[in-house]
């Protein structure tokens, strides 16, 4: 069920637990005897994910089952770099969303500052930052076998998941285009034919409070099943806000996905899935760091009366007069049949709707200043999406899988600002032609404040995306062992997409000149002035070729090449002489466009996948060299008061490293997993950058440097001790660290936005009652207290300042957790 957002008091929190535990306890005294049998893995996993685990009998190593190649296969049988986060771990750590899962993957990058934003990069790949309304991610989201268009569409909590899967290495030829860097498949708990329940609540400090519900059964025994699933979050933020005492940074979230199953025949299942789920929070400020230059926004303040607040990553401090809020709506419907043809394979249609709305308002200038109290840049997108695919039997020399897939995509970008009475002093004269000292008074002495005051500008630009593809992969075992295989793979995809944008005044009371207004058109960011209606066409063939070859039952070595492609996009303002920002010609001189030509990648990869000591040992290690040509970038060219940001293909980007994976169980009751991913990545060819605001020079090359958001070090140890106290009492402590080497966050690679390397670690402890039907667990997190940053702004030229985002301090808390 959907918990209100009104919810808020102590009392209505512990009457929604009290509520679903007391509805469990009902179900349980007529359906726990439906308990599913050992050998049910699918009805095993609804009754008790931490307990199924991905260990077999004895504590050894068990089957984890992937559909990395559009079947289920072992994982280990899969010659792809694979990650897998199970049901097991990510019930027992609460591991929810993609910033979550950063920790769970090697080489994995989240670009996170809002609901809106989120940027995934692999191995260097990927991570483009801001201003991406008119590219697509280099990293595919899947969710239950639905492409996911824009990846803010994912930026929410997920719940009642089975598996998260990570496949590194461009995966063009069945997950299609914009997989240049890999792709994530996300797969939830389907219906089962036997009742289970789970009921969940967690508190924590910095008023943290979550809820977790999913029930499941049969509705025509053995033809028809349902499964509903829902949660509610709440926290608090940890940004204290000097202006007001309250705190920004938290965070509201809540969800629901009803699915019916349906097996009429045999051989012929139908899946049907409705998901809605809404999150809102005050958008993560930067706070600023530090003053480079005090001559800009420093003095301007302190000349009228006020004082700039620096903070750092420990007390994180900032001084804000206006609320952040940022909500997003995603409403998703999917229908998935499959229809075994016997001796001549199987049929998947998966037909999918997904509507998504996001809202942002902003108090852009990040101080006590009313400069600019309403911000904000807000998207709706509609999806339609069609695949269908057939694939043969697997026991055959030949297996195969050739489909088609369409989909249509509608991107609308609502952007606008509105100034306000103090924006004079936040900016410095943007044209002292249009704006001159009147009556013995300044711009900075408010000689045109009651004029800017409300005036503002408004934008809107919609993208339409068509994209159609015929895909094919064949392997071939050419020996009658199956020991040896081939892997043959291709992809035709074809692209249509068109934009049209109209930046507009939308509030003028002061009578502003028409010169005026477009002096201050570049202070509208996403929402300046200009006109663009434009179109292209895109093509691209992808595709792979592989052998891999099992030693034995235990060692499998394999290698393969990949090509593939991301799509051609746009700029989102206008690069015409309709935009009067004086910064777009120095922006075309830097490679930007209207459009930027698509992403091709070449991928050669070698690798190891190991079981050892009866399977109580599993060692994969993979080695990767990606090459990535016509690169997308964000770069941004500060002129005057702002900063023109822009999208262009930066020449070339050269990934290669090693990724070492590793499963253990030692002991009986302990289980180890982890890895450590070292990643080279560097702009091959980058000679026409845009220079740090330090810089005087007008262009940088920063060929051979490493790339943003590219950590070189990737690792992550998790200990999870289990022990048996009684007959019906289970014990349990986890231990998990992980460390990321220093990395840049800005494509400029501006020295003031260097992260350093940081480790974080958790601990979590519990018990389970009642033959692990209840579980009690107490956790923190960054139990050290870390103080860090998850991303760095560098120096902004026009203020003077130097800002970041730290990261969460140490949290703490509860979970109960009841299942049947």
Same mark, same amino acid.
């Given at each position: ?11 209505? +929190? ?11 306890s009902?179900?349980?005294g ?11 893995a ?5 009754a008790?994910?931490?307990a199924?685990d991905?260990?077999?009998?004895e ?5 984890i ?22 049901s097991?771990?990510?019930?027992r750590?609460?591991?929810?969303n ?12 989240v ?8 940027n ?5 790949? /990927?991570?483009?930052?801001f201003?991406?309304?008119g ?9 239950d076998?639905v ?7 994912v930026?929410s ?17 069945? &997950? ?11 797969n939830?708990?389907k219906?089962?034919?036997?009742? /289970? ?5 967690t508190?924590g ?13 049969p ?9 509903l699933s829902g949660f ?5 933020g ?10 920004q ?21 139908i899946?049907l ?17 530090s ?10 303040m302190?000349?009228?009366g006020?004082?700039l ?29 499959n ?24 108090d852009?200038?990040?101080?006590q200043?009313?400069a600019?109290?309403d ?8 999806q ?9 039997p ?5 297996? @195969?899988?050739?489909?088609g ?13 509105? &100034?306000?009475?103090?924006y004079?002093?936040?900016?410095a004269?943007?044209?002292? #032609?249009?704006?001159p ?8 002495? /408010?000689?045109?404040?009651? #004029? ?11 993208f ?11 392997t071939w075992?050419?020996?009658a ?22 930046g ?14 477009r ?9 300046? =002035?200009g ?12 595709g792979?070729l ?9 060692l499998?070595?394999?290698? +393969? ?6 799509? #051609?996009? &746009? ?13 777009? @010609?120095?922006?075309?001189a830097l ?6 030509? /698509?992403? +091709? ?5 070698a ?6 000591f009866?399977?109580h040992?599993l ?18 060219? *500060? ?5 023109? +940001? &822009?999208? @262009? ?8 490293g090693?990724?070492v ?6 002991l ?46 990737t ?6 001790y ?11 402590a986890l ?8 990395q ?6 501006d ?33 050290f ?6 991303? =760095? ?10 800002q *970041?985002y ?11 957790r009841?299942?049947?």
């Amino acid at each position: 069920m959907i918990f209100p957002s009104t919810i808020r008091s102590g009392k209505a +929190k512990a009457g929604i637990f009290l509520l679903t535990a007391s509805l469990l306890s009902l179900a349980s005294g007529t359906a726990w005897a439906a308990t599913p049998a050992p050998e049910d893995a699918d009805a095993a996993i609804v009754a008790d994910p931490v307990a199924v685990d991905a260990a077999g009998p004895e504590g050894e190593l068990g089957d984890i089952t992937v559909v990395a190649r559009k079947r289920s296969e072992n994982v280990q049988t899969v010659p792809i770099a694979i990650t897998v986060i199970s049901s097991a771990e990510l019930t027992r750590q609460n591991l929810v969303n993609f910033t979550n899962f950063q920790v769970k993957f090697p080489a994995f990058s989240v670009y996170l500052t809002n609901p809106k934003q989120l940027n995934l990069g692999i191995r260097g790949i /990927g991570n483009n930052g801001f201003n991406t309304d008119g590219i697509d991610g280099s990293v595919g989201i899947f969710v239950d076998g639905v492409y996911t268009g824009r990846q803010g569409m994912v930026s929410s909590d997920f719940n009642d998941i089975a598996d998260v899967e990570l496949l590194r290495g461009p995966q063009g030829t069945l &997950f299609g285009k914009n997989t240049t860097a890999g792709a994530v498949i996300i797969n939830t708990l389907k219906p089962s034919f036997k009742f /289970g329940a789970t009921a969940e609540a967690t508190v924590g400090n910095e008023g943290f409070y979550q809820f977790k519900g999913s029930v499941t059964g049969p509705l025509i025994d053995d033809k028809l099943a349902v499964r509903l699933s829902g949660f509610y979050s709440d926290k608090d933020g940890n940004y204290p806000n000097v202006y007001n005492g309250k705190k920004q940074n938290g965070r509201q979230g809540q969800g629901l996905r009803g699915q019916l199953l349906a097996t009429p025949t045999d051989n012929l299942s139908i899946r049907l899935i409705a998901t809605y789920g809404r999150q809102s929070f005050p958008s993560i400020s930067p706070v600023i760091l530090s003053i480079y230059n005090p001559a800009a926004l420093q003095k301007r303040m302190a000349d009228a009366g006020y004082t700039l607040l620096t903070s750092n990553a420990k007390d994180r401090k900032i001084n804000i007069d206006s609320p952040l809020t940022a909500q997003t709506d995603l409403f998703s419907t999917s229908g998935e049949i499959n229809l075994g043809l016997g001796s001549a394979g199987d049929l998947t249609s998966i037909t999918a709707y997904e509507r998504w709305s996001c809202f942002t308002n902003n108090d852009n200038d990040y101080t006590q200043l009313d400069a600019l109290s309403d911000y904000g840049s807000c998207n709706k997108e509609r999806q339609f999406s069609q695949e269908l695919r057939w694939s043969t039997p697997s026991d055959k020399p030949i297996v @195969a899988t050739l489909g088609g897939f369409l989909s249509r995509q509608r991107l609308q970008v609502d952007s606008r600002v509105r &100034f306000g009475s103090q924006y004079n002093i936040w900016a410095a004269n943007p044209s002292a #032609a249009q704006f001159p000292t009147i009556g013995g008074k300044t711009w900075a002495q /408010g000689a045109y404040a009651a #004029a800017l005051t409300g005036a503002g500008f408004r934008s809107q630009a919609v993208f339409h995306t068509d994209t159609d593809a015929l895909f094919g992969n064949v392997t071939w075992h050419p020996d009658a062992d199956r020991r040896v295989a081939i892997d043959i793979g291709l992809r035709q995809t074809w692209e249509r997409r068109s934009q049209l944008y109209d930046g507009v005044v939308a509030s003028n009371p002061g009578n502003l000149t028409t010169a005026q207004l477009r002096a201050l058109s570049p202070s509208g960011a996403n929402a300046q =002035l200009g006109h663009v209606d434009t179109s292209l066409k895109d093509s691209s063939l992808s595709g792979e070729l592989g052998v891999n070859f099992k030693v034995n039952s235990a060692l499998m070595v394999f290698g +393969k090449y990949v090509r593939g492609n991301k799509s #051609a996009g &746009f700029n989102l303002l206008p690069y015409n002489s309709s935009n009067p920002d004086s910064g777009v @010609a120095s922006a075309i001189a830097l490679g930007a466009g209207q459009t930027v030509k /698509g992403e +091709k990648a070449d991928d050669v990869e070698a690798g190891i996948k190991s079981e050892w000591f009866d399977r109580h040992l599993l060692i994969n290690v993979t080695a990767f060299l990606t090459k990535v040509q016509n690169y997308q970038a964000n770069q941004a060219v *500060g002129v005057g008061n702002t900063a023109l +940001k &822009f999208l @262009a293909n930066v020449g070339s980007l050269t990934s290669q490293g090693v990724e070492v994976e590793g499963e253990a169980w030692p002991l009986e009751g302990l289980h180890l997993k982890g890895f450590v991913a070292y990643n080279d990545a560097v702009y091959s060819s980058f000679r026409n950058s845009v220079c740090p605001g330090q810089s005087t020079a007008l262009t940088c090359d920063l060929t051979g440097r490493q790339v943003a958001w590219a950590p070189k070090w990737t690792t992550d140890l998790t200990a999870d001790y289990t022990h048996a106290i009684s007959s019906d009492v289970t014990g349990y402590a986890l231990v998990d660290i992980n460390w990321r080497s220093k990395q840049n966050t800005t494509i400029t690679l501006d020295p003031s936005a260097e992260i350093q390397g940081y480790a974080l670690t958790s601990f979590r402890a519990g018990v389970q009652l009642l033959d692990r039907k209840l579980d009690l667990q107490l956790w923190v997190e960054n139990a050290f207290n870390k103080s860090y940053y998850i991303n =760095l702004l560098g120096y902004t030229k026009s203020t003077g300042i130097i800002q *970041g985002y730290p990261g969460n301090p140490r949290t703490f808390g509860a979970t109960v957790r009841v299942t049947l």
